[in-house]
């Protein structure tokens, strides 16, 4: 999944002469946080509803005046950007990283699209299949040549479709997969699973 299947677009923007107060106006009448500003279609910078309330909070001494303060004189400088065919976990990363809220999506220097915080959660809610009726299995593997196809192979033996199927790596020389798949009777396929030697974390055994 790349950003470019997860951003918002076309995406509303700002110019640095406009004040706060109507920044702010647009930001509530759009239900959203942040505003990339652009001056003479290029990105110089983002501004969020944070920004404008510090800048206008009676404890800043500079202020409060959202009527006469520029965005220009409040927005960050030297905006950090994603492109289009970024993969979302590469976005995701970076906002982690850097602790921001968003990504204004650049094209050839063009404003193309903003992707959120939100924006990526529901990009993991697809990439887990989570959205779709599915049963859902936890398996302990250990993290070595074939063991992946013999857990997908098992499943495909069984005539079980898998909607989704992620994994990432443990202490001890394991990797933990979780499996969205087709059917809601994950005890039956958990116990055949174990029969078969897998160590299944998800469902639990049932209490007999």
């Not at 202020?63 to 995701?92: R, S």
């Not at 939100?118 to 070595?144: F, M, N």
């Not at 898998?162 to 202490?171: A, F, G, K, R, T």
Request: glycine content about 10%.
């Amino acid at each position: 999944m790349l950003v470019k299947d997860v951003m918002r677009a076309p995406v509303l923007s700002v110019g640095p002469e406009w004040t706060l107060e109507d920044a702010y106006k647009l930001l509530l009448e759009r239900g959203i946080r942040h505003l990339p500003v652009v001056a003479e279609g290029r990105l110089v910078g983002i501004i969020t509803d944070r920004d404008i309330r510090l800048a206008t909070s009676h404890l800043n001494p500079q202020g409060p005046c959202p009527g006469c303060t520029q965005v220009g004189e409040v927005m960050t400088k030297g905006v950090i950007t994603a492109h289009p065919l970024d993969p979302v976990e590469e976005a995701a990363r970076v906002m982690r990283e850097r602790k921001i809220g968003s990504l204004p999506v650049l094209e050839d220097g063009n404003l193309v699209g903003i992707v959120t915080g939100i924006d990526l959660l529901d990009a993991l809610l697809k990439l887990t299949g989570v959205t779709e009726p599915s049963g859902r299995l936890e398996v302990r593997l250990p993290d070595r040549v074939g063991e992946l196809a013999r857990l997908t192979g098992f499943l495909a033996g069984r005539g079980v479709n898998i909607h989704s199927l992620l994994s990432y790596p443990e202490d001890g020389d394991r990797v933990r997969a979780v499996v969205r798949v087709n059917t809601l009777e994950t005890h039956l396929l958990a116990e055949g699973l174990r029969r078969e030697g897998f160590d299944v974390l998800w469902p639990p055994k049932k209490p007999w």
